[in-house]
């Protein structure tokens, strides 16, 4: 998608805005030229995030990089907890029996 179908999109962001978040890396489309660029899905998803966290909740610009990053962690920590079942579901009976008594016996927080 490019610039154009962004703006059109979204009709309350500006161009200007939009740029800087591209500038401080909250969103990473790829350059299609001098003040274009080509918006994957991920981009637009980034996009509709960052538009809410600013315009609905009213997160700061200061604050903003801080709860991206937070967002961030959580995906990755989900993907990463995703990877490891589906690497347990692969193991022999006995082994996912083990695993599952020492997150049970694990302390709680």
């Not at 009709?11 to 591209?22: F, K």
């Not at 315009?55 to 200061?62: P, Q, T």
């Not at 690497?87 to 927080?109: F, S, Y």
Request: aromatic share 6%.
């Amino acid at each position: 998608m490019r610039l154009e179908a962004i703006v059109t999109r979204f009709p309350d962001l500006e161009v200007v805005e939009l740029a800087a978040w591209i500038e401080r890396g909250w969103v990473r489309p790829e350059p299609a030229g001098p003040e274009d660029w080509i918006f994957q899905e991920i981009d637009i998803a980034r996009i509709q995030l960052i538009f809410d966290l600013r315009r609905d909740m009213g997160v700061s610009e200061d604050t903003a990089p801080l709860v991206l990053s937070l967002i961030d962690q959580v995906y990755d920590l989900r993907a990463t907890l995703k990877a490891l079942t589906r690497a347990l579901e692969g193991q022999p009976p006995e082994v996912r029996a083990a695993l599952l008594a020492a997150i049970a016996a694990r302390p709680k927080p």
